[in-house]
């Protein structure tokens, strides 16, 4: 049977695969291309927690900047990354993911996701190997109007922008529409591939209807007075809206198009087809500007001292996950780079990092037995500064600490010195 034929067009989408010498993924980017126009496209990367979404950015960026871990949260802020591809430059935002309102942690994450509502482009990375309970269609319905209200080319969420900048005004600001695609990720954990149709189906449900919301939203803001045409938020969630319009109701939607979707195994890196046909279809996405926001060579907006905790944290939630308390900071307390006056090349890095805690019991569970966890973890995270700064000679020193006084761990006061 010929599944395509019976299956909306969105969900079966085949591209022609891409050969590996063609691939995006590995073609270098070229410093003399002949083209001067430059293109850029700004992508938020949002989700559940746990779905992929800093994965995904390390694999579309090709770089490691964002700490990856089984634990949820792992993201804490806002990411930055960037991929320069010939005259092309793909603007990745990395945010937390978020479930649910009324926890604590996911609250404030929340808030940090808020100003992704300027990028010009929305990638929602569900988890499809988890099922779709209520609390996640809701999470998801909520992400994707985000997404359709965006409005077009970043700005200011770099933290040091300098906001007393003229506006952009490049042509792609008043071209670019609000859009979203779908990135299915882990695919690999989900068997009978079969079972992905269903996931993509009940996610285009809810894509659907939350376009034609916004779609009625925006047609009742032009014309003022047709306020019983809209659905009601809950109504998207029961998936009864559109059936539920009258025809005349019918008449006036205009159906935008929908979503992409992708199938991807953020895991396999890139070697997984969906990922290089997902940064094929980013970099075709692009439109023309007159400036990039970062030069072709910077893959992020982390300092290197912060890409070293950001290291250091993935070790830290890998060796601890479950038992690992959120409630840690980290502090760089000694930084020194010996360079090679002739190369420039890093010939020893010394890093002396704290990580502060607020119990003894905390304190207990991030040494571990006889310092073991920690050396554990110092050692891998070694392992992957030797790679980020291409230097064999890494020292760096972790100190777990708690602050010192009882009153300061009591108000939250995380200084110790
Ligand atoms: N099996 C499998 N695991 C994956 C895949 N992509 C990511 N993971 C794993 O999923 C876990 C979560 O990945 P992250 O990238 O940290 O997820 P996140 O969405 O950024 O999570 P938060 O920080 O909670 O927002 C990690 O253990 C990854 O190794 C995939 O394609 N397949």
Not at 51 to 63: E, R
Not at 97 to 126: E, I, K, N, Y
Not at 216 to 231: A, I, V
């Given at each position: 049977?010929?599944?395509?034929?019976?299956?909306?067009?969105?969900?079966?989408?085949?591209?022609?695969?891409?050969?590996?010498?063609?691939?995006?993924?590995?073609?270098?980017?070229?410093?003399?291309d002949?083209?001067?126009?430059?293109?850029?496209?700004?992508?938020?990367?949002?989700?559940?927690?746990?779905?992929?979404?800093?994965?995904?950015?390390?694999?579309?960026?090709?770089?490691?900047?964002?700490?990856?871990?089984?634990?949820?949260?792992?993201?804490?802020?806002?990411?930055?990354?960037?991929?320069?591809?010939?005259?092309?430059?793909?603007?990745?935002?990395?945010?937390?993911?978020?479930?649910?309102?009324?926890?604590?942690?996911?609250?404030?994450?929340?808030?940090?996701?808020?100003?992704?509502?300027?990028?010009?482009?929305?990638?929602?990375?569900?988890?499809a190997?988890?099922?779709?309970?209520?609390?996640?269609?809701?999470?998801?319905?909520?992400?994707?109007?985000?997404?359709?209200?965006?409005?077009?080319?970043?700005?200011?969420?770099?933290?040091?922008?300098?906001?007393?900048?003229?506006?952009?005004?490049?042509?792609?600001?008043?071209?670019?529409?609000?859009?979203?695609?779908?990135?299915?990720?882990?695919?690999?954990?989900?068997?009978?591939?079969?079972?992905?149709?269903?996931?993509?189906?009940?996610?285009?449900?809810l894509?659907?209807?939350?376009i034609?919301?916004?779609?009625?939203?925006?047609?009742?803001?032009?014309?003022?007075?047709?306020?019983?045409?809209?659905?009601?938020?809950?109504?998207i969630?029961?998936?009864?809206?559109?059936?539920?319009?009258?025809?005349?109701?019918l008449?006036?939607?205009?159906?935008?198009?929908?979503?992409?979707?992708?199938?991807?195994s953020?895991?396999?890196?890139?070697?997984?087809?969906?990922?290089?046909?997902?940064?094929?279809?980013?970099?075709?996405?692009?439109?023309?500007?007159?400036?990039?926001?970062?030069?072709?060579?910077?893959?992020?907006?982390?300092?290197?001292?912060?890409?070293?905790?950001?290291?250091?944290?993935?070790?830290?939630?890998?060796?601890?996950?479950?038992?690992?308390?959120?409630?840690?900071?980290?502090?760089?307390?000694?930084?020194?780079?010996?360079?090679?006056?002739?190369?420039?090349?890093?010939?020893?890095?010394?890093?002396?990092?704290?990580?502060?805690?607020?119990?003894?019991s905390?304190?207990?569970?991030?040494?571990?037995?006889?310092?073991r966890?920690?050396?554990?973890?110092?050692?891998?995270?070694?392992?992957?500064?030797?790679?980020?700064?291409?230097?064999?000679?890494?020292?760096?020193?972790?100190?777990?600490?708690?602050?010192?006084?009882?009153?300061?761990?009591?108000?939250?006061?995380?200084?110790?010195?």
């Amino acid at each position: 049977m010929n599944v395509t034929r019976t299956l909306p067009r969105w969900i079966v989408r085949t591209r022609t695969r891409t050969r590996r010498s063609q691939c995006v993924i590995c073609r270098p980017f070229a410093t003399s291309d002949p083209s001067p126009k430059r293109r850029r496209l700004d992508i938020a990367i949002v989700g559940l927690p746990n779905a992929g979404k800093s994965q995904i950015l390390n694999v579309l960026t090709a770089s490691r900047i964002s700490a990856v871990s089984p634990k949820r949260h792992t993201t804490v802020q806002t990411v930055l990354g960037a991929r320069t591809l010939q005259n092309t430059q793909l603007l990745f935002v990395d945010t937390p993911g978020f479930l649910r309102h009324d926890d604590a942690v996911d609250r404030d994450l929340m808030s940090s996701t808020a100003h992704v509502s300027q990028v010009d482009f929305t990638l929602l990375v569900v988890d499809a190997a988890r099922r779709l309970t209520t609390d996640v269609q809701e999470s998801l319905v909520r992400l994707m109007l985000q997404a359709l209200q965006t409005e077009g080319r970043l700005e200011g969420i770099l933290e040091n922008d300098d906001n007393d900048d003229e506006p952009s005004t490049t042509t792609a600001t008043t071209v670019l529409k609000p859009k979203f695609a779908v990135v299915l990720n882990k695919v690999d954990l989900v068997y009978p591939k079969v079972k992905l149709l269903d996931v993509a189906m009940e996610i285009g449900a809810l894509a659907e209807e939350c376009i034609c919301y916004h779609h009625l939203e925006q047609q009742q803001e032009e014309e003022e007075g047709r306020s019983d045409s809209r659905p009601s938020l809950e109504s998207i969630l029961s998936s009864s809206s559109l059936s539920t319009r009258t025809p005349q109701q019918l008449d006036t939607i205009i159906l935008p198009q929908m979503p992409m979707f992708f199938y991807v195994s953020a895991l396999a890196r890139d070697k997984d087809p969906g990922m290089q046909d997902l940064l094929q279809f980013l970099l075709e996405e692009a439109t023309n500007c007159d400036e990039w926001e970062l030069d072709p060579y910077e893959l992020t907006n982390l300092s290197p001292e912060e890409r070293v905790a950001e290291i250091v944290r993935e070790q830290l939630y890998r060796a601890l996950h479950q038992e690992l308390p959120y409630q840690l900071r980290q502090k760089n307390r000694f930084w020194h780079i010996d360079t090679d006056l002739k190369t420039g090349v890093p010939r020893r890095i010394q890093i002396w990092q704290d990580i502060i805690v607020m119990t003894a019991s905390h304190r207990d569970i991030v040494r571990g037995h006889q310092g073991r966890t920690l050396e554990h973890i110092r050692l891998r995270a070694t392992k992957e500064l030797q790679k980020l700064f291409q230097c064999t000679v890494v020292d760096l020193q972790l100190h777990v600490k708690l602050p010192k006084s009882k009153q300061q761990r009591r108000s939250r006061d995380w200084s110790i010195e």
